[in-house]
T-cell receptor, first 113, second 110 residues
Framework: KAGVTQTPRYLIKTRGQQVTLSCSPI?????VSWYQQTPGQGLQFLFE???????NKGNFPGRFSGRQFSNSRSEMNVSTLELGDSALYLC????????????FGPGTRLTVL | GQQLNQSPQSMFIQEGEDVSMNCTSS?????WLWYKQDPGEGPVLLIA?????ELTSNGRLTAQFGITRKDSFLNISASIPSDVGIYFC??????????FGTGTSLTVIP
């Protein structure tokens, strides 16, 4: 069974631009969670989507948004990029039952110049 | 957001030695997960625990779900160079949001 895939793997943007990241979950998984990982803050939860609905949300500004499609693929969008948005963005998929095991993708490395 | 207390923060050990690390939380969890992450890659699931007191092994790795449901432990026996990486714990209660530890960086000296 194929694992979680994320595209692109690397991205370089400049301040003020916007970016869209994509995540395809493991087949059969209906939940996708997004995380931001930085050396100083560790893994920070952004939001979780289940059956095309945002089910949980972390403490990030409204510039960070997401959506999920009917095939469970998910996208994350960051508008008006700031230097501090440089990070490894990870998505994780699960079947979606409460406290269900999450499997991570390889991540997208975003650099904001 | 909530972060779990994971210790030690880093470890430098000789090849062949055993390793122990743990995570504690102020909240009760229903699920504990342990991951290993290599630089620039996503975390890879090592062990999943679903019941208080549960002890689960995966090769040389053994993890336990603490009976208080507020802690978990990971042991690696007979470490080898490929064990190098950062180990994370993660816990979740009744929701589907996981909270992560700050990570333990493991260096194995051949």
């Amino acid at each position: 069974k194929a694992g979680v895939t994320q595209t692109p793997r690397y991205l370089i943007k400049t301040r003020g631009q916007q970016v869209t990241l994509s995540c395809s979950p493991i087949s059969g998984h209906r939940s996708v969670s997004w995380y931001q990982q930085t050396p100083g803050q560790g893994l920070q939860f952004l939001f979780e989507y289940f059956s095309e609905t945002q089910r949980n949300k972390g403490n990030f500004p409204g510039r960070f948004s997401g959506r999920q499609f009917s095939n469970s693929r998910s996208e994350m969008n960051v508008s008006t990029l700031e230097l501090g948005d440089s990070a490894l963005y990870l998505c994780a998929s699960s079947f979606g039952q409460f406290a269900d095991t999450q499997y991570f993708g390889p991540g997208t490395r975003l650099t904001v110049l | 957001g909530q972060q779990l207390n994971q210790s030690p923060q880093s470890m430098f050990i000789q090849e062949g030695e055993d390793v122990s690390m743990n995570c504690t939380s102020s909240s009760i969890f229903n699920t504990w997960l342990w991951y290993k992450q290599d630089p620039g890659e996503g975390p890879v699931l090592l062990i999943a625990l679903y019941k208080a007191g549960e002890l689960t092994s995966n090769g040389r790795l053994t993890a336990q779900f603490g009976i208080t449901r507020k802690d978990s432990f990971l042991n690696i026996s007979a470490s080898i160079p490929s064990d190098v990486g950062i180990y994370f714990c993660a816990g979740a209660n009744t929701g589907n949001q996981f909270y992560f530890g700050t990570g333990t960086s493991l260096t194995v000296i051949p």
